[in-house]
Protein backbone atom coordinates (compact mmCIF):
# COMPACT_ATOMS: atom_id res chain seq x y z
CA UNK A 1 0.00 0.00 0.00
CA UNK A 2 1.33 3.28 -1.23
CA UNK A 3 0.27 6.49 0.76
CA UNK A 4 0.59 9.65 -0.60
CA UNK A 5 0.52 12.95 1.79
CA UNK A 6 1.82 16.31 1.66
CA UNK A 7 1.79 19.20 2.10
CA UNK A 8 -0.69 18.77 -0.82
CA UNK A 9 -0.54 16.42 -3.04
CA UNK A 10 -2.07 17.37 -5.61
CA UNK A 11 -0.09 20.01 -6.19
CA UNK A 12 2.18 17.64 -7.67
CA UNK A 13 1.82 17.70 -11.56
CA UNK A 14 2.81 14.17 -12.49
CA UNK A 15 0.16 12.96 -9.40
CA UNK A 16 -1.69 10.83 -12.24
CA UNK A 17 0.41 9.42 -13.94
CA UNK A 18 2.20 8.30 -10.87
CA UNK A 19 -1.21 6.71 -10.21
CA UNK A 20 -1.79 4.95 -13.60
CA UNK A 21 1.64 3.63 -13.20
CA UNK A 22 0.58 2.21 -9.57
CA UNK A 23 -2.41 0.88 -10.55
CA UNK A 24 -0.76 -0.68 -13.52
CA UNK A 25 1.40 -2.90 -11.52
CA UNK A 26 -1.23 -3.70 -9.10
CA UNK A 27 -0.25 -1.55 -6.27
CA UNK A 28 -2.90 -0.41 -3.70
CA UNK A 29 -2.47 3.56 -3.21
CA UNK A 30 -4.27 6.31 -2.13
CA UNK A 31 -3.54 10.00 -0.60
CA UNK A 32 -4.61 12.39 2.36
CA UNK A 33 -5.85 15.64 0.84
CA UNK A 34 -7.93 18.72 1.79
CA UNK A 35 -9.43 18.03 -1.71
CA UNK A 36 -9.49 22.35 -2.43
CA UNK A 37 -7.28 21.34 -6.03
CA UNK A 38 -10.16 18.86 -7.55
CA UNK A 39 -11.22 20.13 -10.90
CA UNK A 40 -13.85 18.61 -13.11
CA UNK A 41 -10.12 17.74 -15.60
CA UNK A 42 -8.54 16.57 -12.44
CA UNK A 43 -10.41 14.11 -10.10
CA UNK A 44 -9.98 10.88 -8.83
CA UNK A 45 -13.52 8.95 -9.03
CA UNK A 46 -13.15 6.49 -6.00
CA UNK A 47 -11.93 10.33 -4.14
CA UNK A 48 -14.84 12.09 -5.52
CA UNK A 49 -17.09 9.47 -4.34
CA UNK A 50 -15.70 10.43 -0.45
CA UNK A 51 -15.82 13.49 -0.80
CA UNK A 52 -19.49 13.37 -1.67
CA UNK A 53 -20.50 11.13 0.93
CA UNK A 54 -18.91 13.18 3.82
CA UNK A 55 -20.42 17.10 2.11
CA UNK A 56 -23.80 14.45 2.49
CA UNK A 57 -23.76 14.70 6.61
CA UNK A 58 -21.56 18.10 6.48
CA UNK A 59 -23.94 20.25 5.18
Known amino acids: ?5 GGE ?3 CNDLEEFGQ ?3 AQEFHWGMVTNGLWLT ?3 HFPPLIFIL ?3 N ?3 I
Open 1 to 5: MIVVT
Open 9 to 11: PLL
Open 21 to 23: KNT
Open 40 to 42: ENR
Open 52 to 54: AFI
Open 56 to 58: KFI
